[in-house]
């Protein structure tokens, strides 16, 4: 046992988790140590035999010096389906990655779930790490995933151990700090779990560690899975924790903008670390904006306008105007509401919020991003917020933009059932946002 305060007053007593050291049992310590007033943290004298002892010893360390970091590409000439998810498009993407330079840098880590947040592709190419070369038991049976496992591996598979997992990336996320050699460390777990390993995670990023967590189903997007495999409050800790951005993309081309992005600020050493929670829920990417530069600066920023009813016959901002402002997999149900209450007579603004945590923290800058994303003609509209996770992710929007808001999430434990009976039952559906954009406009629904 450790005796707790040893060699002190206070030494056992059952008080001591909070006890002081009083002022006079100070110096009567300094006078027993020997120690000068002013001289608590001056080293042994030279002369001493603590002082001989620490001159042989080796430095207990040195900083390295770094290697060059990897070369992580702007772009990837990769194609993506009519019908993706930002899952299926996280694992085209590591593919695609897969066949750069930058693939040397990269480690994969997942919590017992690699196949199912699309690590096939990428372990097919680079293999499990095992500190031995051992025969894969499946190799006579046709398997769409090879298990092999050496020591030039470059994932790394646990257990269902997602606390494991955040002190893993925690790790290697300061390679470079304690080895001098640059990693680019990935995480997977579903997005559920991701409270499981929340100690882990937070001071991961408190000891300074950058890494990617990709974390993902998320929602009750997964919907037959019932409420174990449903997330409803990541969202939250997505903005509430620092050093890390958080990303809820809603189309294929943005997962790969987001994680090219997040791995170059990983590989020099100026961005933090980032959370993309992802979908399995397919998505038509023509609802997308064409690739630019403009789309891929917003998308980075934090959110961008999909569709803009101002042009529209009759908009009239005092009378029959909203915005609808989704995050991730409910985009496609914000379009479907702007095309319910066009018929209805209302203009629909639809927005894409890529990153709630970008959004929200850029309220402190001199102009808020928010304000240049919302037009002057816009002030007053209000607004209807919409995600795959509790309400309260966006609910900020109303009060930074000064305006009426209805903020829909999943605000309950999730349960089995379809995708549209699920939206339906949570009230995220096409139907339920226009509904609450009618009452923001006083009209019924």
Known sequence: HTIKGFGLPLAADPLNHTALLTETQIEE??????????GEWDGFPPESEEGALLRRLPPLWAPPRPAAPPDVPATLAETYPAECSTQEAFGRVLGALARTDAAKAIVTV?????????????????GIYFPETRANPFADTAQAMQWRESPAGQHIELGIAEHNLFLLLGALGLARELAGETLLPIGTLYDPFVPRGLDALY??????????VAATPSGVSLAPEGGAHQSVITPGIGVALPAIAYFEPAFA????????HGLRGLADRTGESLYLRLSTKPVEQALAPPPSDEYRARVLRGAYRLVDARAAPHWDAEDNAVSIFAAGAMVPEAVAAGRQLGEAGVRASVFVVTSPDRLYRGLRNRRPYLEELVGADEEGVPVVSVLDGHSHGLAFLGGALGVPQQALGVDDFGQSGTRADLYHHYGIDAPAIARAALTLLGRSG
């Open 253 to 260: 081309r943005e997962v790969e903008w987001i994680l090219l």
């Open 110 to 126: 997942s919590a017992d779930v690699a196949v199912t947040t699309h690590l096939a592709g990428w372990i097919n190419r680079k």
């Open 29 to 38: 310590l300094r006078a027993a140590l020997g120690v000068a007033p002013g």
């Open 203 to 212: 001071h991961a990023l408190y000891s300074g560690a950058r890494f990617v």
